[in-house]
């Protein structure tokens, strides 16, 4: 694959190793089982987990398509093409407003998750100016003239309307 002109790079914010904190220690708190998981992750392994995951965390916005890889210890990246982008919703609660972060949720036509969203980007710094680099670009793309000329698009269109004709000849010869 040709390497795309890259757009613009989501910034993310530090605040996302807290949140990540604070919503692991939370779930590992309500489950009875996570208790004693709970003291590993709040001594050092919380810590160690988030700025890993911090680490790994990015996205950008090419001319083409939207890229996001995150990870700790196992890594994803994904890859979604503009045209396919359906709707990019801001989701808010609590922890995150007390943070002052927002998610960013992405979903795409043909979604395999009917439940959820192809990505969701936690912690963008200017998380609008981000959406609107997207939909513009996304924008951008969809009204882009295909590949072909319109001349060329004229001339096969002759041509098919040339063939239909003569079959229609044709059809009426044989009669």
């Known amino acids: 694959m040709e390497e795309q002109k890259i757009i613009e790079k989501a910034v993310f914010s530090l605040k996302i190793k807290t949140y990540i904190l604070l919503v692991v220690g939370f779930f590992l708190l309500v489950s009875l089982i996570g208790i ?10 919380g810590q160690y987990y988030s700025a890993k995951y911090y680490e790994n965390l990015k996205c950008k916005l090419t001319e083409h398509h939207l890229v996001f890889s995150k990870g700790a210890f196992f890594k994803v990246e994904k890859t979604i ?17 007390s943070l002052d972060l927002k998610i960013l949720k992405i979903e795409t036509a043909g979604s395999s998750n009917p439940h959820g969203s192809d990505m969701k980007l936690i912690g963008i710094n200017q998380a609008e100016k981000f959406k609107e680099k997207v939909l513009e670009q996304r924008e951008l793309l969809v ?33």
Do not use: A, C, H
């Not at 004693?36 to 392994?45: E, S, T």
């Not at 093409?81 to 407003?97: A, K, S, Y």
């Not at 060329?152 to 063939?163: A, H, I, N, Q, R």
């Open 81 to 97: 093409p503009l045209e396919n982008i359906q709707d990019l919703t801001f989701l808010q609660n609590p922890i995150l407003n």
């Open 143 to 175: 009204r882009k003239p295909s590949t072909g000329s319109k001349q060329e698009m004229k001339d096969e269109s002759l041509e098919v309307l040339l063939e239909i004709r003569d079959l229609l000849k044709d059809m009426k010869k044989e009669k």
């Open 36 to 45: 004693p998981l709970l003291i590993i992750w709040l001594l050092g392994f």
